[in-house]
């Protein structure tokens, strides 16, 4: 099983500031299936990128993700106030497909 | 526009057994993957399983291999998670989740797409 470990667990930010999300994988992981999720409590998660650098569709151009291997960034370029949130990575290219821990994004 | 709305919240008994359901509109749902995904109070995602219905065959991760089956009727475009021998720590929010398609050989599938459509999620309670 591939375990996916994000950091920080906890990012405290400002809005208007940039966030950096990592997320590492215990192997290799093919960037095809390389996706990340935002949750906000209450409800279900929303995915933001897929194939480790494609936008899904209504996602805004401040959200970008890149990487390759094991190793994968989620980047959000300038923080608007609806950001603050839990973001997951998940591989689903090799089963089981496995989540990372979550990175809590919260507003400093 | 591809909707899932899954079955309300249960409340079951330890060693009891829960059925949730996933019914979607729009697309053409026996090309889905439908994969299940929990998470805990306070806890991330965890993914049980997932079935691909033009193939028939459901893979589930290890941890809850003989507990759960997952099953898709295409004739009503529903999918089903069905867990066994409940616990206290089965307590969660159960999401039903699809992605744009998948493949399925020799009882593997490939979940080729991420998940772009959710469920609204189900609560179930274990409780004594």
């Known amino acids: 099983e591939i375990v996916l470990t994000q950091s920080p667990d906890t990012l405290s930010l400002s809005p208007g500031e940039r966030a950096t999300l990592s997320c590492r994988a215990s192997q290799s992981v093919s960037s095809s299936y390389l996706a990340w999720y935002q949750q906000k409590p209450g409800q279900a998660p929303r995915l933001l990128i897929q194939g480790a650098s494609t936008r899904a569709t209504g996602i805004p151009d401040r959200f970008s993700g890149s990487g390759s291997g094991t190793d994968f960034t989620l980047t959000i370029s300038r923080l608007e106030p609806e950001d603050f949130a839990v973001y997951y990575c998940?591989?689903?290219?090799?089963?089981?497909?496995?989540f990372g821990q979550g990175t809590r994004l919260e507003i400093k | 526009q591809v909707q899932l709305v899954q079955s309300g919240a249960e409340v079951k008994k330890p060693g009891s057994s829960v059925r949730v359901s996933c019914k979607a509109s729009?697309?053409?749902?026996?090309?889905?993957?439908i994969t299940w995904v929990r998470q805990a109070p306070g806890q991330g995602l965890e993914w049980m399983g997932g079935?691909?219905?033009?193939?028939?065959?459901?893979n589930y991760a290890q941890k809850f291999q003989g507990r759960v089956t997952i099953t898709a009727d295409t004739s009503t475009s529903t999918a089903y998670m069905d867990l066994s021998s409940l616990r206290s720590d089965d307590t969660a929010i159960y999401f039903c989740?699809?992605?744009?398609?998948?493949?399925?050989?020799?009882?593997?599938?490939?979940?080729?797409?991420?998940?772009?459509?959710w469920g609204q999620g189900t609560t179930v309670t274990v409780s004594s």
């Open positions: 989740a699809r992605a744009p398609g998948g493949f399925c050989s020799s009882g593997i599938c490939y979940w080729y797409y991420a998940m772009d459509v």
């Open positions: 998940h591989q689903h290219g090799s089963s089981p497909s496995t």
């Open positions: 729009g697309g053409t749902f026996s090309s889905y993957a």
């Open positions: 079935i691909i219905p033009i193939f028939g065959t459901a």
